[in-house]
């Protein structure tokens, strides 16, 4: 469908929707998910939403159709849309006893962001992100939905969630990532494309998944999966810093009245209660009725830690799945942002590392889980966890998504590691997904270290040979296995011909020892 570029007519409501919430009776109000400015998802079935009376008739009215529907006892009333064909600008109004009109409201694709903080940094900080604040106006068929911090005991029907045209004074402020993943994509399939941004920096993938789930996984029943026993943890820790954040806030007090600079905020403070589900049940549960288009995922490096990350293969595609569950899509699709390298360079290939642990959870889960997607971002990485430069990822992102969820034939992801032949005191790897061949970008190759049978792994030279890499050492004459980018922060430099770089990967499948080295291994040198 191409997208004719008229002028946008906002229409006002009768009845605004914050307005009807505020008045003494049981007014009609839809779900604050329903706003003005907002996408609703194109296809067969488009649910709407919200509250009225117990018993009121209720009547929906969009794009030439109409619903009626009756609250329940509750009051919570429910219709559906069908065959939705993108497009717009149009009106969405709910009748009762009031009358709600939503205006400017287009239909189209809806993508959910969602992760930690690389997924919420700012547009604004990111590399080249002031430009595209300037210019996010242009952007006119894409729009933002913002779902605010929300933590909470039990599933929500509702959190306060804001769309928005791609105004500067709210894209400066958007997630980074999210915003050049959609504005890309919108380019692409030239329909409405609404971007819901659902994240929450520092936060575990335990917080972003449903109770029941969690009490019944294979992994540890402990303090990151018990949300009794986290919330004892937490106020452990909060109760022994109490004194501590007293003083803080008397002595700020002090300071503010003399007109002096405030003291620095007490380290280690724990700020909102964000253990096991709590997001979940405050920020995902309200938006599940919502038909999305797929889901975007970038969280990982809260768990990426020696003896914490060895669940999180078990984690991942359990809350894919509680997901879709949860989205009544089985075939939803995902599209998973591999963890960039991040904190200190180490020397040692033999060094445990739970970056590499993490990814590797990640890869095996979109390898083995149907329409899902890996976009590697191991190449943008920096020492502080928050690398500034987002639009590679969004980019790849949307490549995914072509891919994954509109079948189209795009270079989408980079050289995959496909298998390993040894002999005559070298190791051949194999790739799949070369699309151009393959490069080394910036020198010589790096990142790949080779072991024997004693499993101690060392530097290696790497050189490529076709569509292979030829991988050695004077250290190892008769090689058994492979890494490459196995660390924290590793330094790599594999791509293919189109520019996306390879994803990291180990050949062995040997058991790991404190978090991330071979069992039985010592340091070696490089």
């Given at each position: 469908?191409?997208l004719?570029?008229v ?5 006002v409501?009768?009845?605004a929707a ?5 008045t003494s009776r ?14 609703l ?6 649910p ?8 009121e ?10 619903r ?5 006892a ?6 559906e849309l069908r065959?939705?064909?993108?497009g ?24 959910l962001?969602?992760?930690q ?5 700012a ?7 002031e430009?595209?604040v ?5 952007q006119r068929?894409?729009r933002?939905?913002t779902?605010?911090?929300a933590?909470a005991?039990?599933?929500?029907s509702e959190?306060?969630?804001?769309w928005s ?7 400066r402020?958007?997630s ?8 890309k994509l919108?380019r ?7 971007v ?6 520092g936060t575990?993938i ?5 109770g029941?789930v969690l ?7 402990d ?11 937490y106020?452990k ?5 109490q004194p501590v954040m007293?003083?803080y ?7 503010v009245?003399?007109?002096?600079s405030?003291?620095?905020h007490?380290a280690?403070w724990p ?6 589900t ?5 920020m995902i549960?309200p ?13 990982g490096e ?7 990350a060895?669940t999180?293969g078990d984690?991942?595609p ?7 569950d949860?989205f009544?899509?089985p075939e ?6 591999q963890?960039s390298?991040?904190r200190a ?5 033999n060094?445990p ?14 390898r083995?889980?149907?329409r899902t997607?890996?976009?590697v ?13 987002k639009e590679?990822?969004?980019?790849r992102?949307?490549k995914?998504?072509?891919a ?17 032949e ?12 070369a699309?151009?061949?393959?490069e080394s970008?910036?020198?010589p190759l ?7 049978s004693?499993?101690?792994?060392f530097v290696a ?6 569509d ?16 490459y ?15 996306l770089?390879?994803?990291?990967f180990r ?13 039985g291994t010592?340091?070696?040198a490089?």
């Amino acid at each position: 469908m191409m997208l004719k570029r008229v002028p946008i007519v906002v229409v006002v409501g009768v009845v605004a929707a914050l307005a009807a919430a505020k008045t003494s009776r049981a007014d009609v109000r839809p779900n604050p998910l329903f706003a003005d400015h907002m996408v609703l998802q194109r296809g067969d079935v488009t649910p709407v939403w919200g509250t009225a009376a117990p018993g009121e008739r209720v009547t929906v009215t969009f794009a030439g159709q109409t619903r009626e529907t009756t609250a329940g006892a509750d009051g919570a009333w429910r219709i559906e849309l069908r065959d939705l064909v993108a497009g717009g600008p149009h009106t969405l109004s709910m009748a009762g006893t009031n009358v709600v009109t939503l205006s400017d409201v287009f239909v189209g694709d809806v993508w959910l962001c969602a992760g930690q903080s690389n997924m919420e940094w700012a547009l604004a900080r990111c590399t080249g992100g002031e430009e595209a604040v300037d210019r996010s106006p242009e952007q006119r068929f894409v729009r933002l939905c913002t779902i605010p911090h929300a933590c909470a005991d039990e599933p929500q029907s509702e959190v306060a969630a804001r769309w928005s045209l791609p105004d500067p004074k709210v894209t400066r402020f958007f997630s980074g990532v999210a915003w050049w993943f959609a504005t890309k994509l919108q380019r692409e399939i030239d329909v409405p494309v609404g971007v819901i941004n659902c994240s929450y920096g520092g936060t575990t993938i335990q917080a972003w998944m449903p109770g029941d789930v969690l009490a019944r996984g294979p992994w540890p029943k402990d303090a990151s999966t018990d949300v009794s026993l986290s919330r004892a943890d937490y106020d452990k820790r909060r109760a022994a810093l109490q004194p501590v954040m007293d003083r803080y806030l008397a002595e700020k007090a002090e300071a503010v009245r003399n007109g002096r600079s405030p003291p620095p905020h007490p380290a280690g403070w724990p700020g909102d209660f964000r253990g096991p589900t709590r997001l979940w049940n405050g920020m995902i549960a309200p938006l599940a009725p919502l038909r999305i288009r797929g889901v975007a995922w970038y969280q990982g490096e809260s768990n990426a830690y020696v003896r914490v990350a060895d669940t999180y293969g078990d984690l991942l595609p359990a809350m894919i799945a509680s997901w879709r569950d949860g989205f009544g899509s089985p075939e939803l699709p995902f599209l998973v942002f591999q963890i960039s390298r991040c904190r200190a360079r180490k020397a040692d290939p033999n060094a445990p590392s739970g970056m590499a642990q993490l990814r590797e959870a990640q890869d095996r889960t979109v390898r083995s889980t149907p329409r899902t997607a890996l976009v590697v971002t191991l190449d943008l990485g920096v020492e502080d966890v928050h690398y500034p430069d987002k639009e590679p990822a969004g980019e790849r992102a949307a490549k995914a998504a072509l891919a994954l969820a509109y079948g189209r034939d795009v270079a989408a992801s980079g050289p995959r590691y496909q298998g390993l032949e040894c002999g005559a005191g070298r190791a051949v790897v194999r790739f799949d997904r070369a699309i151009g061949g393959l490069e080394s970008r910036g020198g010589p190759l790096q990142g790949f270290a080779i072991a024997g049978s004693d499993r101690r792994f060392f530097v290696a030279d790497a050189s490529i040979a076709g569509d292979t890499v030829v991988v050695t050492s004077p250290n190892v004459p008769e090689p058994v296995a492979v890494r490459y980018g196995w660390a924290d922060m590793p330094d790599v430099n594999l791509f293919d011909g189109t520019g996306l770089p390879a994803a990291p990967f180990r050949s062995d499948d040997w058991p790991l020892a404190a978090g991330g080295a071979a069992a039985g291994t010592g340091p070696s040198a490089p």
